[in-house]
T-cell receptor
Framework: GNSVTQMEGPVTLSEEAFLTINCTYT??????LFWYVQYPGEGLQLLLK?????DKGSNKGFEATYRKETTSFHLEKGSVQVSDSAVYFC????????????FGKGTKLTVNP | NAGVTQTPKFQVLKTGQSMTLQCAQD?????MYWYRQDPGMGLRLIYY???????DKGEVPNGYNVSRLNKREFSLRLESAAPSQTSVYFC??????????????FGPGTRLTVL
């Protein structure tokens, strides 16, 4: 079945540091890929998405590129801020969105001033 | 628009008690979902409803029942709570299950403790 593996946390960075959170997936066909973010005490919200190979999703300075050859969708940001402290979840839905979302276990990011 | 709302925000139960978690959305979405979030486990799907009048089991349905009361509301019931059901529960909705790239919108969660 479909699955998502993302890097274990927690990740602690200083403000303005570069961020990478790795995400790889296993799926048949061409899934859609997502990054969701959960701020403390809140529900999840969509950060970015990509629906086909080589697509780049971007939002709020975050980027991720759908790499089918490496089955990856790594999240990057060039300069993190304290306000980026949150838990980040990689997720996929099956080909054509025909299945429900499958989530990774989440990576907690803390950014210190 | 309120988006997805959940009640209650917090609840403490004793083993064997029952309760219903309520969820409502005002985005006219067809599909609704219940997840539980446990430390180190990510989110796991309990039940979902692809459209009004239909419900299906997700990854971890045991010990739960659901009702899709109408298009707006989707409730989750614990008939006889167990300590293993201590978790944070999230309701979500989306325009369609099966929509490629479709975004799910999440409620703020219910933190449930079973003693």
């Amino acid at each position: 079945g479909n699955s998502v593996t993302q890097m274990e946390g927690p990740v602690t960075l200083s403000e303005e540091a570069f961020l990478t959170i790795n995400c790889t997936y296993t799926a048949t066909g061409y899934p859609s890929l997502f990054w969701y973010v959960q701020y403390p005490g809140e529900g999840l919200q969509l950060l970015l998405k990509a629906t086909k190979a080589d697509d780049k999703g971007s939002n709020k300075g975050f980027e991720a590129t759908y790499r089918k050859e490496t089955t990856s969708f790594h999240l990057e940001k060039g300069s993190v801020q304290v306000s980026d402290s949150a838990v980040y979840f990689c997720a996929l839905s099956g080909q054509g969105g025909s299945e429900k979302l499958v989530f990774g276990k989440g990576t907690k990011l803390t950014v210190n001033p | 628009n309120a988006g997805v709302t959940q009640t209650p925000k917090f609840q403490v139960l004793k083993t064997g008690q029952s309760m219903t978690l309520q969820c409502a959305q005002d985005m006219n979405h067809n599909s609704m979902y219940w997840y539980r979030q446990d430390p180190g486990m990510g989110l796991r799907l309990i039940y979902y409803s692809a459209s009004e009048g239909t419900t299906d089991k997700g990854e971890v349905p045991n010990g739960y029942n659901v009702s899709r009361l109408n298009k707006r509301e989707f409730s989750l019931r614990l008939e006889s709570a167990a300590p293993s059901q201590t978790s944070v529960y999230f309701c979500a909705s989306s325009a369609l299950v099966g929509l490629a790239g479709g975004e799910q919108f999440f409620g703020p969660g219910t933190r449930l403790t079973v003693l």
